[in-house]
T-cell receptor
């Protein structure tokens, strides 16, 4: 049973470009969570999605960031017009139910030139 | 707003030593508390999960305790080994309507020297 798969592992973008981060949850998990780890900071909750629905996006920056979890395919975290401050590690986690332990992927390291 | 603090931020010990990592949280209304391990460039590996009704959990050389009323948890590592070198993260899961949102501390960077 494969774990949470995130790709790409590393992503380099220039300022103003778009970044798309993908997350395939564990088999049987329909709840997905995105966290961001800024340099020298702890992981911060961004958004919680259940198939086709955004349940809580209280941790998402108000502009340029969006997330989706379509009926088919992986969850996508999209960052438009990236800036240097977006450089961070982005982690995805999944669980079978909201109050069950979350299983984490290896993260995507985003670097902005 | 829940805040999680981990002390110390970094710790370096010789192999074989027993050690304690500390975690404190400001809001005692938690569903559970987890300790994770994070290796450089890797994701998070769950080590121990303590439900709010429990006082401690053990796995091998690891023992985690929870004192919900005082907002504290400790992770005890016995007979440390160089392979234990990693960043250890403490995270609490809120109770009630937000029992899906993990709040993390900044971690303790542990180095075990051979």
């Amino acid at each position: 049973n494969a774990g949470v798969m995130q790709n790409p592992r590393h992503l380099v973008r220039r300022r103003g470009q778009e970044a798309r981060l993908r997350c395939s949850p564990m088999k049987g998990h329909s709840h997905v969570y995105w966290y961001r780890q800024l340099p020298e900071e702890g992981l911060k909750f961004m958004v919680y999605l259940q198939k086709e629905n955004i349940i809580d996006e209280s941790g998402m920056p108000k502009e340029r960031f969006s997330a989706e979890f379509p009926k088919e395919g992986p969850s996508i975290l999209r960052i438009q017009q990236v800036v240097r401050g977006d450089s961070a590690a982005y982690f995805c986690a999944s669980s079978p139910h909201s109050d069950q332990p979350q299983h984490f992927g290896d993260g995507t390291r985003l670097s902005i030139l | 707003k829940q805040e999680v603090t981990q002390i110390p931020a970094a710790l370096s010990v010789p192999e074989g030593e027993n050690l304690v990592l500390n975690c404190s949280f400001t809001d005692s209304a938690i569903y559970n508390l987890q300790w994770f391990r994070q290796d450089p460039g890797k994701g998070l590996t769950s080590l121990l999960l303590i439900q709010s009704s429990q006082r401690e959990q053990t796995s091998g050389r690891l023992n985690a305790s929870l004192d919900k009323s005082s907002g504290r948890s400790t992770l005890y590592i016995a007979a440390s080994q160089p392979g234990d070198s990693a960043t250890y993260l403490c995270a609490v899961l809120a109770s009630g309507g937000s029992n899906y949102k993990l709040t993390f501390g900044k971690g303790t960077l542990l180095t075990v020297n051979p």
